[in-house]
């Protein structure tokens, strides 16, 4: 079992290109969780998806754009990519509502230029 | 919504020594507690948790301490070894959200 997969792993932008992270689980979760990570700031969520056809805003959630393709995907589409989405973007899932273990994928380094 | 602050953000002990990080939340309907450690280059992994109605939880070496009347909580590790090194997270759920608000983490060092 793979867990949780992210693609990329990196990834350079210019200011105003789009891009999509994708994001797969093969453990059969309900739940799915986009965050990003910056210096000194921990965890944010941008989005979550508690069951497949539905989608939630977090803590961050202007300038993204989520899909839940199916119980297995979660995807994150950055439209017009800024300087300040610079960052590592964790997707996460688990199973049933929040209040249990989250598996995190490895992450996605996006660099705005 | 849930606020969560951690201290300190850097840490350094002794190998063998034991390393403590503390954490204060907001919300008073918050009733779960995990702590999670990440790797450099890796995802963070739940290391431990505690829910709002145990007072303290112990796996091996390290523990989890939980005082609801003044809403904090604390990881406790003993025995530290060079493996622990590592930023740890401390996060917090309210029972009405579906979502974690993550301390702003630690970065734990054992110095040889």
């Known amino acids: 079992n793979a867990g949780v997969t992210q693609t990329p792993k990196f990834q350079v932008l210019k200011t105003g290109q789009s891009m999509t992270l994708q994001c797969a689980q093969d453990?059969?979760?309900?739940?799915m969780y986009w965050y990003r990570q910056d210096p000194g700031m921990g965890l944010r969520l941008i989005y979550y998806?508690?069951?497949?056809?539905t989608t939630d805003k977090g803590e961050v959630p202007n300038g993204y754009n989520v899909s839940r393709l199916n119980k297995r995907e979660f995807s994150l589409r950055l439209e017009s990519a800024a300087p300040s989405q610079t960052s590592v973007y964790f997707c996460a899932t688990t199973w049933g509502a929040g209040w249990n273990e989250q598996f995190f994928g490895p992450g996605t380094r996006l660099t705005v230029l | 919504g849930e606020n969560v602050e951690q201290h300190p953000s850097t840490l350094s002990v002794q190998e063998g020594d034991s390393a403590v990080i503390k954490c204060t939340y907001s919300?008073?309907?918050?009733?779960?507690f995990p702590w999670y450690k990440q790797e450099l280059g890796k995802g963070p992994q739940l290391i431990i948790d505690i829910r709002s109605n145990v007072g303290e939880k112990k796996d091996q070496r390290i523990a989890v301490t939980l005082n609801k009347t003044a809403k904090h909580f604390s990881l406790h590790i003993t025995e530290t070894q060079p493996e622990d090194s590592a930023v740890y997270f401390c996060?917090?759920?309210?029972?009405?959200?579906?979502?974690?608000?993550f301390g702003s983490g630690t970065q734990l060092t054992v110095l040889p």
């Open positions: 996060a917090a759920i309210s029972g009405s959200a579906r979502q974690l608000t």
């Open positions: 998806s508690a069951s497949e056809g």
């Open positions: 453990m059969n979760h309900n739940s």
């Open positions: 919300d008073s309907a918050s009733n779960y």
